[in-house]
């Protein structure tokens, strides 16, 4: 799920305290309207948006962040992984830095859902490093 882009949106849009505001201008060291301007204008706008999973995980304390949290996972549940026939028998595997960050609050959707987690890489490499050194051939 997109985490940062709902982040930015959410502030935009008046969604969050001003608490919330004033962590996300402190952590970014500008003021958010420069900080969006500048991921905008970025060569790969999602990668610069990726880059702000560690901020929303910090923010995870303030319950309106937490609870956005936890509507992404609910959504890509529910618009990717539910759309797999017999997802529901399969332990789920995830790759990617925002899976490993946010796996307590993933494995939660997960549950609620009646799915299993798999495993947590944080890149596909390192599976496939296991492959080739249990498969390679001497």
Do not use: W
């Not at 910090?58 to 962040?65: A, H, R």
């Not at 332990?91 to 495993?119: K, Y």
């Amino acid at each position: 799920p997109p985490l940062g882009r709902r982040l930015l949106k959410g502030c935009l849009d008046g969604d969050f305290p001003p608490a919330i505001l004033q962590a996300i201008d402190k952590h970014l060291q500008m003021p958010l309207a420069d900080q969006v301007h500048e991921i905008f204008r970025a060569p790969r706008p999602n990668v610069a948006l990726a880059l702000l999973a560690p901020l929303v995980q910090e923010l995870s304390c303030f319950p309106k962040v937490e609870l956005m949290i936890y509507k992404a996972f609910t959504e890509f549940i529910h618009k990717t992984l539910l759309r797999i026939p017999n997802i529901e028998n399969q332990a789920i595997p995830f790759v990617g830095s925002v899976a490993l960050h946010f796996r307590q609050e993933l494995e939660h959707c997960l549950t609620r859902e009646g799915l299993t987690a798999g495993t947590f890489d944080a890149s596909p490499i390192d599976r496939l490093i296991i492959y080739h050194q249990k498969h390679t051939f001497a």
